[in-house]
């Protein structure tokens, strides 16, 4: 079979290869689709399938090339149901490419769990198509993030199954959770990675705890959006419009003048255009801790221990559906540096829990997979049958 996968990355080989090294922030978003993050759940999704071919499409390629040359198309999908995006146009693209399709990783985006998003006709269309789309008339092909999302697709008539976020299969090794356990006990230089937030959400009230965990630490800030705060670690903070600085000095202003701020981020600031580099980064560190699901997800697969702080619906459903540890940031909005990383810490609880889930959702990718005629990796199936 020939599969092609559809993402929102941007010639991210021919970036991390001829670029990054000195690509501005405008390069760097466009690359990685807006958010660093993606690279890992497109990395989760190559590393689960096995094909006779597997090439990246685009939406604006040829829809009779593409349905000539491809077998299915496999789209790596993201927080796109609710009222922020609108997929009519994804529609219209698949309708042309007319070829079996299945959906992974698609996440509802709310405030919180419960609270339905309201979702846009276009979306709805999307939806609607995407039975047609199936391999078999009676075999879902949509992955949610989460039994939220699932519950939010249901509601609209469309059936999907709620395994989680590919990324969680990145790593080939068997026991994961016992490898972060162990790393977390024997660990020799205490330091704490921190996946950065976003000061323009609500959750901006922890920045201050985040930063200070930083420089307690000796940690780094991991960055995966916004731009602007990826304009700061890239040293382009003259290039920031007046309203965002105001809003930068507002959270950030308790390190001091705006010039202390600019280099604090050069100085902390990390971003990632790959996953592979990204988890041996990871590797310098004994915890992993922030608001980005992502930010702790890939150390984990690295064998680093982490807890997410869950802002919303997404980062918690996230969380909660592959067994990564949370809590809602309004719960530890009044820790102190000391006693959020000393929650942040695993227990042998965690592990076995982390463990028994991800070797569960192999299964239940494998078995999707497998129903829809694609072949799993072997990776994916030597951890469902542990």
Partial sequence: MKIGIITNLQNIDKFVSTELAFANSERWMAATGGNTGNVAFVQGIKNIIT??????????????????????????????????????????????????TLFIGLGAQSNSIGEHPDVPEGTIRLLELSKKLRTKPDVPNII?????????????????????????????????????????????????????????????????????????????????????????????????????????EKIYGFMGSWETICDWFRSHGVLFADAQN?????????????????????????????????????????SDTTGIPFVRYKEIEKLSKEELV??????????????????????????????NLVSPSLNLTGLASQ
């Fill in 342 to 371: 000393d929650w942040c810490k695993w227990s042998e609880e965690d592990a076995n829990k982390y463990d028994l889930i991800r070797k569960n959702n192999a299964e239940s990718y494998s078995e999707f997979l497998t129903k």
């Fill in 144 to 248: 949610t993030r989460g039994p939220f999302t699932t519950e939010v697709l249901e509601k609209l008539g469309i059936e999907s199954l709620p395994y989680g976020c590919p990324s969680q299969f990145i790593s080939t090794e068997l026991n994961v959770g016992k490898k972060c356990l162990k790393h977390q006990e024997t660990a020799q230089h205490f330091r704490v990675l921190t996946a950065a937030g976003n000061p323009w959400h609500a959750s901006y009230t922890l920045e201050k705890t985040l930063v200070e965990i930083v420089n307690e630490y000796k940690g780094d800030y991991v960055l995966q959006h916004p731009v602007s705060l990826v304009q700061l670690a890239l040293a382009e903070g003259e290039v920031i419009e007046d309203n965002q600085r105001e809003r930068l």
């Fill in 51 to 100: 094909a006779e071919k597997v090439g990246e499409v685009h939406w604006g390629d040829n829809p009779e090339t593409v349905n000539e040359y491809y077998d299915l198309l496999i789209i790596c999908c993201a927080n796109q149901i609710g009222a922020h995006v609108d997929l009519g146009s994804w529609a219209d693209r698949l309708t042309a490419f007319n070829l079996p």
């Fill in 278 to 318: 990204w988890m041996l980064y990871s590797k310098r560190f004994t915890l992993a801790i922030g608001p980005r699901y992502h930010g702790v997800a890939l150390p984990i697969q690295a064998g680093v221990p982490g807890k997410v702080i869950a802002i919303d619906s997404r980062t918690e459903e996230l």
